[in-house]
């Protein structure tokens, strides 16, 4: 009989707790470290500048500012909730900079939370937040709120979706109260516009 062997026993408890995990991280090892070309091209095609314009917040809003410079869509399923957005799942971390930004600027205060309450992180406007630990806390998740409010009580609140794509160009959103759960990627900006 063979010796024992811990990591054995830890992949067949991963199997039987996690098989997507599994099934992943044994593809993954196989095919090696190869990056999803689709991801590429649209990392290229969606290229976001850093630079902040504030006078163009204030003329259009938080949301129709982040909407364009993150190529998002109001996908949600009664298509009037303007405050609405649906990102590509790679945009995450830029979504939070551009609101750490803001929130600096504007000396605002955050909430950030889910709707089913898993996740909460409230923010003062004097304190800077961690954006890698809030990415991080909220790549998993489908859907989340993020509310921005200044002294003077004016304030931001939208409801921000995650999709992801495959290699196709093929988006599956990831909440079920978005207005089309797999859409192509060409198809968002046909839909935020309208």
């Known amino acids: 009989m063979d010796k024992f062997n811990f990591r054995n026993i830890k992949k067949i408890n991963k199997l039987i707790k996690d098989p997507d995990l599994f099934f992943y ?15 590429e091209k649209l990392e290229v095609a969606y290229g976001v500048e850093h630079s902040i314009n504030y006078d163009e917040i204030i003329k259009n809003g938080v949301v129709n500012y982040v909407k364009d410079k993150l190529n998002a869509g109001c ?7 303007y ?38 992180v409230e923010v003062d406007a004097n304190t800077d937040f961690n954006i890698s ?15 921005l409010s200044n ?3 004016e304030g931001y609140v939208f409801n921000v979706y995650l999709y992801d794509v495959d290699s196709d160009g093929l988006a599956t959103a990831r909440s079920r109260h978005v207005l089309a759960k797999k859409f192509h990627v060409s198809e968002i900006h046909i839909r935020a516009r309208s």
């Open 151 to 153: 002294q003077i009580n």
């Open 75 to 81: 996908c949600v399923r009664n298509k009037h909730d």
């Open 83 to 120: 405050d609405s957005i649906i990102i590509w799942s790679g945009h995450l971390n830029l979504l939070l900079s551009i609101v750490g930004v803001l929130k600096k600027m504007s000396s605002m205060s955050m909430k950030i939370y889910t709707l089913t309450g898993g996740y909460h």
């Open 133 to 147: 630990k809030i990415t991080l806390a909220l790549s998993k998740r489908s859907d989340f709120v993020i509310e």
């Open 25 to 39: 991280d044994l593809f993954k090892k196989r095919l090696g470290n190869r990056v999803n070309p689709y991801n």
